[in-house]
């Protein structure tokens, strides 16, 4: 199990997801907690995790709303969750984007079983979808695309690294300069940007007709493998 795999639990019943967040952790999973809907959205916004556990009645946002939303800007796996059977025809008739649902009251451990099966398919679909194009070679702080090295600055090379170990997510400005500047000297927003713009230019002279990075209005940059 990737220690590093993120779960983020959506849920204002505070037993269900105390239940649930320490059955995730015990598999292995680093796990958040939100149980306001529209706190939830916010920080979905800036940060995606590896997959949600997102509960249908919320304060401030229900689940749907939030399902939806993030489809905007996410490819993130959705379970939702629900204590009434018949929302069950409801999740399925809508076009809520979700990719599993799960019905109140149920087993932690089919829910866990349920989180591994669908990480699996999103991991397996993006390193099919990417395997072929990208490679980090750690040892040589380089990345090659199509078997050729980029000419990448070691700035714009722990960047693009981050980018392609978590294709689809949103990442925010601040936390690209984190990554970009471990010292946080004299740097801002726009530095991202000029980063972000170099990268692109290099990977369209490897693979052109291809957009890898995408800006994601009012939040950062999501990378996308071709």
Do not use: W
Not at 2 to 9: A, K, M, P, Q
Not at 13 to 35: C, W
Not at 166 to 187: K, Y
């Amino acid at each position: 199990m990737d220690s590093g795999t993120r779960i983020l639990i959506v849920e204002d019943d505070l037993k269900i997801a105390a239940l649930l967040k320490d059955y995730l952790l015990a598999a292995g999973y680093q796990v958040s907690h939100e149980a306001n809907g529209r706190l939830a959205l916010e920080q979905l916004r800036l940060s995606q995790p590896d997959l949600i556990l997102l509960d249908l009645m919320l304060p401030e946002v229900d689940g749907i709303s939030i399902c939806r939303e993030v489809r905007q800007f996410s490819q993130v796996p959705i379970i939702m969750l629900t204590a009434r059977v018949e929302e069950v025809d409801r999740l399925l008739g809508l076009d809520t984007g979700a990719d599993d649902y799960v019905c109140k009251p149920f087993s932690p451990r089919e829910v866990v079983a349920r989180v591994r099966v669908h990480l699996r398919r999103s991991m397996a679909s993006l390193s099919a979808a990417g395997q072929s194009r990208f490679f980090i070679d750690k040892q040589q702080l380089r990345i090659l695309v199509d078997a050729q090295p980029l000419n990448l600055t070691p700035v714009e090379f722990r960047l693009l690294s981050e980018f392609i170990s978590h294709p689809e997510r949103v990442f925010s400005r601040q936390q690209l300069l984190d990554f970009a500047h471990e010292d946080q000297r004299d740097i801002n927003d726009r530095t991202v940007d000029t980063h972000i713009k170099n990268i692109r230019k290099k990977i369209q002279g490897r693979l052109p007709g291809n957009e890898c990075l995408h800006s994601v209005y009012g939040v950062g940059y999501r990378f996308e493998l071709p």
